[in-house]
């Protein structure tokens, strides 16, 4: 799946400025907040000494692993949809352990990598890091990395492994967490603003039938952000914004801004016969501009603001919409927010 979430698109002019963005940003996050997440966990039976008791639930917004032989284990895998680990490169799970060993160099919590990740040879939890005294207790640490440069996580893997007896773990939250640096993102001073929205709805957007390869595309609009997603391996989607009327462009109304955010997908090849070179365009009748090629984009799973102009003579007769093509490339779980 492909997923991408933009925040307000704007046709105006468009001056830059520095904006500081949080200190700490979450990338991805096991909650345990809806009943939902019980399906998101399932068990595998990566062990030799395999339990045939055993049980996973979520109670009051806390999951619950639960062993009920000694000596005996079972793990339980989910897969987020790509998490940038060069980003959000922290852990922080709170949790609470009865009978589980925590004095072993073996994995509490393990990670696999997309296939071109350099994946390391390190868990990002052993046992012996717990405490396995019944009380609550948060741990925080960075995640392990085999060497510089972007990795994603696509499966963790958490393992109980009763002692003496029946062995039981509480997860309250698992978090990958990015502190962010400020960042130079798009201000706007003397604006002028042709056409703005916001995503508090979807009024005005549709998607498109007529796209190459095309996959299974999905819209929604939620808190003022909007996901458009594809589903399928190497497929493509496309959402236009008509306006009600077409919008006069000239000098100072040729700019469209936009916020988004990325994640899972490392790259788009532009290249490739099958793939709708641009992110973003802008037209009106068979004319169609670009505005953002996919390898401009910076995809690094934060927030950012980015502007792009067109000429002022490409629509002598009005702009009439914007276009956002998703492409699903790499993998076909691969998505943006």
């Known amino acids: 799946m492909y997923r991408a979430a933009i925040v307000a698109f704007t046709v105006m002019i468009a001056l830059t400025s520095t904006v500081v963005a949080q200190d700490w940003e979450i990338g991805w996050a096991e909650e345990f907040e809806d009943t939902e997440g019980a399906d998101r966990w399932y068990p595998i039976a990566y062990t030799r000494n395999c339990a045939r008791d055993f049980s996973f639930a979520i109670e009051d917004g806390v999951g619950h692993f639960h062993v009920g032989e000694p000596r005996r284990a079972m ?34 919590l393990y990670m696999n990598t997309n296939p071109t990740s350099a994946r390391p040879s390190e868990s990002p939890v052993t046992l012996g890091e717990l405490q396995a005294d019944g009380e609550w207790h948060v741990l925080r640490k960075e995640m392990p990395r085999k060497r510089d440069g972007g990795y994603w996580a696509t ?16 997860v309250d939250y698992i978090r990958l967490e990015g502190e962010r640096p400020p960042l130079r993102e798009v201000g706007f001073t003397d604006v002028q603003v042709a056409a703005r929205h916001d995503f508090d709805d979807l009024a005005g957007w549709e998607q498109l039938e007529d796209v190459p390869y095309p996959g ?28 009600d009327e077409p919008i006069e462009v000239g000098e100072g109304v040729n700019t469209v801004v936009f916020r988004y955010r990325i994640r899972g997908q490392r790259l788009v090849y532009t290249r490739n016969p099958r793939t ?25 799973g934060a927030w950012h603001m980015a502007a792009n102009t067109f000429p002022t003579d490409a629509f002598p007769d009005g702009l009439e919409h914007v276009r956002i093509n998703l492409v699903s490339e790499e993998s076909p779980r691969a998505w943006a927010e």
Do not use: C
């Open 216 to 243: 299974v595309g999905s819209m929604n609009a939620e808190g003022g952000t909007a996901e458009f997603a594809v589903e399928g391996m190497q497929r493509n989607a496309s959402f236009a914004w008509s306006f």
């Open 75 to 108: 793990r339980w895998m989910t897969t987020p949809s790509g998490v940038n680990l060069d980003t959000y490169d922290t852990l922080e799970i709170r949790y609470r352990a009865i009978n589980q060993q925590d004095e072993s160099d073996s994995y509490f």
């Open 155 to 170: 499966k963790f893997v958490l393992s109980v492994n009763a002692t003496d007896g029946p062995a039981d773990v509480w």
């Open 276 to 300: 709708i070179r641009h992110f973003m365009t802008v037209g009106a009748g068979d004319e169609e501009r670009g505005i953002y090629l996919w390898n401009s984009l910076i995809n690094d």
